[in-house]
C-alpha cells in the first residue's frame, strides 16, 4: 500500500472516498517502509517520517518521474524492484542527477518561454498562448506549460521538436476545454489527447501559425474578460488569535490533503508587517515576514514572491495555515496565498 499511495499522489488522482483511506494509510507506511529502493529515496530526497502528500508529490515523485522525463525510465523501475541497499543506493542516486538535471532544463526552458511570450503578448488578442522552439527538451515541456500558463493566466501549449513537426504539452484555466477545443482543429494536428484542464498535442509540420490562430478564434467565443482572473476560494475569515497551534492540529484530521481535497484557506484582514522582510533561496525568489493586528503576531512565508509584491501598509492575507517544525520546536506559519490593501 505504499506503492499505492505513492502512485495515487504522484499522478494526481483525486484524493476523496476511497483513495483518501488509501493514501493515509500507504502514507503511514510509506514512513515505515523496508522497501530497499523506497527507504534510498526518502534519503536522497531529504524525506524522514511521517511521510506527508507534499513529500511526495514534490521530493519522491519527481524524482521518480525525471528518469522518463530525462533518458529511460527503466531507471525508476530499477529502484523499485532493487533487493539490496547497494543497489537501491546505485538506483537512487541516478534518480537524484536525471532530477537536479530535469530542474535546471526545466528552469531554462521557463525562463525563455515567458520571455518570449511577454515580448509580443497581446492580452486583447491572446486568448490562448501557443508558443514553441525547436530546441527545447520535449521531457520538460509539461511542467513549463503549467508555469506559463500560471504566469499569464491563459489556456498555454507550449511545444518542441518532434521530427518534422511539433508535440508538445496544454495546460487550461476553469472554463476553457481543451480537449473539446483541439477538436475543432484536427485538420491542423496529427494527434492530440487528454482532456478539459490537461492535453498533448501534435501539429502538423508547418501548421503551428494556423494552430495558434485557430484555437485563439475558438477560444475568443467561449471565455469572457473575468475568466483571466484567478479564481480565489477561501474557507472562512478569522483572526490571528484564533490560528493557534491547538486549533491548526485540529485541523489536520483533514489530511491527507491534495487533489481534490484542498487545503483550508483563510482571510485574515487588517494586518501589518511587524519585521522586515526576509529573502530566501537561490535566488532569494520567497520571502518571510511577521505580520500583526496589535493584539497577536504570526510568521508568514511566501513562496515566488517578487519584491515589488510585498504587502505594504495595512492589508488583508488569503494564507493556508501550517504547523512549523524546525529543531524540535513546533509553531504556526501561515503560507501566503495573495493579500490586497485593507479596505480600513
Not at 525525471?66 to 523501475?77: E, I, S, V
Not at 515576514?289 to 513562496?303: G, I, K, L, P, R
Request: charged share 30%; net charge negative; aromatic share 6%.
Amino acid at each position: 500500500i505504499d506503492l499505492v499511495a505513492l502512485g495515487t499522489v504522484a499522478d494526481l488522482v483525486p484524493l476523496t472516498g476511497e483513495n483518501r483511506k488509501l493514501v493515509h494509510s500507504g502514507l503511514e507506511q510509506l514512513g515505515e517502509t523496508t522497501r530497499p529502493g523506497l527507504i534510498a529515496l526518502k534519503k536522497v530526497a531529504n524525506v524522514s517520517k511521517p511521510v506527508t502528500v507534499f513529500n511526495v508529490g514534490f521530493h519522491l515523485g519527481p524524482r521518480l518521474n525525471a528518469a522518463g522525463r530525462m533518458d529511460n525510465p527503466d531507471a525508476a523501475l530499477n529502484l523499485l524492484i532493487a533487493k539490496d541497499r547497494h543497489e537501491a543506493d546505485k538506483a537512487a542516486d541516478t534518480l537524484d542527477n536525471y532530477n537536479r538535471e530535469r530542474r535546471e532544463i526545466e528552469r531554462d526552458i521557463s525562463t525563455q518561454a515567458v520571455e518570449s511570450v511577454r515580448q509580443r503578448f497581446d492580452p486583447e488578442e491572446d486568448f490562448v498562448i501557443v508558443e514553441g522552439n525547436m530546441e527545447w527538451h520535449l521531457g520538460v515541456i509539461g511542467i513549463v506549460a503549467s508555469r506559463v500558463m500560471r504566469e499569464f493566466y491563459r489556456p498555454t501549449f507550449i511545444l518542441a521538436s518532434d521530427g518534422d513537426g511539433w508535440k508538445g504539452s496544454a495546460r487550461s484555466i476553469e472554463g476553457f476545454d481543451l480537449a473539446e477545443a483541439m477538436r475543432s482543429c484536427d485538420d491542423l494536428l496529427n494527434d492530440h489527447g487528454g482532456h478539459a484542464m490537461a492535453a498533448g498535442v501534435s501539429v502538423k509540420p508547418g501548421r503551428l501559425d494556423a494552430f495558434r490562430e485557430r484555437i485563439n478564434e475558438i477560444a475568443k467565443k467561449t471565455i469572457t474578460p473575468e475568466m483571466f482572473q484567478p479564481p480565489l476560494k477561501l474557507d472562512a475569515g478569522t483572526d490571528l488569535s484564533e490560528l493557534t497551534l491547538m486549533h491548526i492540529q485540529e485541523m489536520s484530521q483533514l489530511e491527507p490533503i491534495g487533489q481534490g481535497n484542498p487545503e483550508i484557506q483563510l482571510l485574515v484582514p487588517e494586518l501589518t508587517l511587524s519585521s522586515p522582510i526576509y529573502r530566501m533561496g537561490r535566488d532569494k525568489q520567497h520571502a518571510k515576514f511577521w505580520v500583526t493586528d496589535n493584539h497577536d503576531a504570526c510568521e508568514v512565508v511566501a513562496w515566488n514572491l517578487k519584491p515589488e509584491d510585498e504587502p505594504k501598509e495595512s492589508f488583508d492575507i488569503a494564507v493556508a495555515p501550517q504547523i512549523n517544525d524546525f529543531n524540535g520546536r513546533r509553531s504556526v506559519q501561515l503560507k501566503l496565498i495573495d493579500w490586497r490593501p485593507a479596505k480600513g
